[in-house]
């Protein structure tokens, strides 16, 4: 949660007049972050609070896991309300692929079964995320979608000889213009 990328772009996108809400998940386990990110989505979506008419999901390297599988949930749902429009798109930043190493077993189940826009923000030096791995994974999705390489960034966007400022402002450029975008798409 405090991971300084998505401090950077959740004070970019308040900037800009964005709702942002970050929290985290103790622990690697895939089910357990998916069961407590559901968990907020559901919660933002019937909170009289808030009165949301839409959300975008998104996270960094396991969480953007948590997103896409979130989102295959809800839309693979049993109840045909579940796929009402509410989670507008995702943004996986660091999108784990793969293992370090191990390319032959991909992360794309969920990925492949998403419907909404998807924007992908990756390092083409990342040990996870293989470029043209990735590429093939998301000539596959059916989702719109778009991929932003991070030139020679690694899995956690460090890029020999370039400062941290400036990989954190091209990605929330990245983000925040394809969530304008997505945005208006979604008001035509």
């Known amino acids: 949660m405090n991971f300084p990328h998505l401090v950077s772009l959740a004070a970019c996108l308040a900037s800009h007049g964005v709702l942002c809400l970050r929290f985290t998940c103790k622990g690697l386990n ?10 907020v989505v559901e919660y933002l979506k019937l909170s009289e609070d808030y009165k949301l008419s839409g959300v975008f999901l998104a996270g960094r390297s396991m969480g953007s896991r948590a997103a896409a599988s979130v989102i295959r949930q809800l839309s693979q749902g049993d ?8 989670i507008q798109g995702l943004m996986c930043l ?5 293992r370090p190493k ?9 990925l492949l079964l998403i419907r909404c826009p998807v924007l992908f923000v990756s390092g083409s030096a990342d040990e996870m995320c293989e470029k043209q791995l ?23 966007m460090a890029v020999k ?4 400022n ?22 035509k």
């Open 30 to 39: 895939i089910a357990y972050r998916t069961k407590a990110f559901k968990a």
């Open 79 to 86: 109840d045909d309300d579940d796929d009402d429009g509410f």
């Open 94 to 98: 660091s999108y784990p692929l793969h």
């Open 102 to 110: 191990l390319q032959s077993k991909l992360r794309d189940e969920d």
């Open 134 to 156: 990735l590429e093939g994974v998301v000539s596959k999705m059916k989702a719109p979608k778009k991929i932003h390489w991070i030139d020679k960034a690694n899995h956690g």
């Open 161 to 164: 000889g370039r400062a941290t």
């Open 166 to 187: 400036d990989v954190m402002e091209e990605i929330n450029a990245q983000v925040f213009s394809w969530l304008r975008e997505n945005v208006q798409l979604q008001n």
